[in-house]
């Protein structure tokens, strides 16, 4: 059974942003996006649980565009407003 609620939520949040928070000390940790399109506008991902945290280096500092469940289709949607 799969675990829901806010349990499971605040658990993955939690997930989540201790990810995020690695980019202090490793900007790059993500590899580049693997996307054709995501890489032409120099977007990284780092998969944390079954969510994918889209991110790009700007002047040196990483910066969160979106995450999004791994099933979703994003890529265009992200292109679009880029």
Same mark, same amino acid.
């Given at each position: /059974?799969?675990?829901? #609620?806010?349990?499971?939520?605040?658990? *993955?949040? %939690?997930?989540?942003? %201790?990810a995020i928070d690695l980019f202090e000390n /490793?900007?790059?940790? #993500?590899?580049?996006? %693997? %996307?054709?399109?995501? &890489?032409?506008? #120099?977007?990284?991902?780092?998969?944390?649980?079954? !969510? *994918?945290? *889209? !991110?790009?280096?700007?002047?040196g500092v990483p910066t969160v565009y979106d995450?999004?469940? &791994?099933s979703q289709d994003y890529a265009a949607r992200?292109?679009?407003?880029?």
């Open positions: /059974m799969k675990s829901v #609620g806010p349990r499971a939520a605040k658990g *993955v949040t %939690d997930a989540i942003l %201790d /490793m900007p790059y940790l #993500g590899p580049v996006h %693997d %996307d054709p399109l995501l &890489q032409r506008f #120099g977007f990284r991902k780092l998969l944390v649980k079954r !969510y *994918v945290c *889209v !991110y790009r280096i700007v002047e995450v999004f469940y &791994q992200l292109a679009a407003e880029n």
